[in-house]
């Protein structure tokens, strides 16, 4: 298994919780299961770690948080995007397509 960087994690986990949530809406015991699925399993987050981010990234408007009842008939408070962050997501990736050269540049 891969150590990580504390230090280089604590900046990365808003960033990753963006992304995840950037695929479909997510309660966050599926969060902490899509992180470590995607990483195999080189990954994981604690809850100590995540529900105090997924706050943090509520209060600063990038995520919603409302409550559904699973399949199970439980309910669970899930995550999803706000236009906001959707509009930060497109213009990130925007970005990252110019810096990839993706994209021409008409100005020249």
């Known amino acids: 298994m891969i150590e990580i960087d504390r230090e280089l994690l604590k900046g990365s986990i808003p ?4 992304k995840l949530l950037s695929q479909r809406d997510m ?3 599926e969060i902490i299961q899509e992180a470590s699925r995607r ?3 080189a990954f994981h987050f604690k809850e100590g770690t995540l529900y ?3 706050h943090q990234l ?3 408007g990038y995520l919603r948080a409302e ?3 699973g399949d199970n008939g439980r309910q669970r408070k899930y995550y999803s995007l706000t236009e906001g962050a959707q509009a930060g997501r497109a213009a990130a990736t925007k970005l990252a397509g110019l ?3 993706d994209q021409r540049h008409t100005d020249q």
């Open 99 to 101: 810096h990839r050269g």
């Open 58 to 60: 509520q209060r600063k």
């Open 27 to 29: 309660y966050g015991y």
């Open 39 to 41: 990483s195999d399993q």
């Open 67 to 69: 409550w559904r009842t």
């Open 52 to 54: 105090p981010a997924l």
């Open 15 to 18: 960033l990753l919780i963006l």
